[in-house]
Nanobody, 119 residues
C-alpha cells in the first residue's frame, strides 16, 4: 500500500533554512502530481508546492522564490527546500501524492512534520 513519511521539520530562526523529505513506497499507480501542503493551527490546509507528472512545478505566491520542490526517484524521496523562512511559515507540513487509481484521482497523505520559525 501507499506509504508516505515526512521528516526534516524542526525549530529554525527567521531567515534560516530547512529541507523536508518525504519518503514514499508502494506507489504502483500513475502519478498525477506530488505536492507539499501545510496547515497552521486554526487555518485550512493549503498547497505550497506541486510537481506534476510532466516535471513542471507550481508554488503558492507566499513561498515563491523561497521554496523548491524536487524529486529523487532513485532514492524514493521528495524534497521541499525552504529558504528565507518566516514566522508565518510555521505549520505542519504534509506530503501529498495525487494518483490515478481505478480511473479516478485519489489523494494520499503522510503524517506531517512540524516546522516552527521563530522571530
Amino acid at each position: 500500500q501507499v506509504q508516505l513519511v515526512e521528516s526534516g521539520g524542526g525549530l529554525v530562526q527567521a531567515g534560516g533554512s530547512l529541507r523536508l523529505s518525504c519518503a514514499f513506497s508502494g506507489i504502483t499507480f500513475s502519478i498525477n502530481a506530488i505536492g507539499w501542503y501545510r496547515q497552521a493551527p486554526g487555518k485550512q490546509r493549503e498547497s505550497v508546492a506541486t510537481i506534476f507528472s510532466g516535471g513542471s512545478t507550481s508554488y503558492a505566491d507566499s513561498v515563491k522564490g523561497r521554496f523548491t520542490i524536487s524529486r529523487d526517484n532513485a532514492k524514493n524521496l521528495v524534497y521541499l527546500q525552504m529558504n528565507s523562512l518566516k514566522p508565518e511559515d510555521t505549520a505542519v507540513y504534509y506530503c501529498n501524492f495525487n494518483l490515478w487509481r481505478s480511473g479516478g484521482l485519489y489523494d494520499y497523505w503522510g503524517q506531517g512534520t512540524q516546522v516552527t520559525v521563530s522571530s
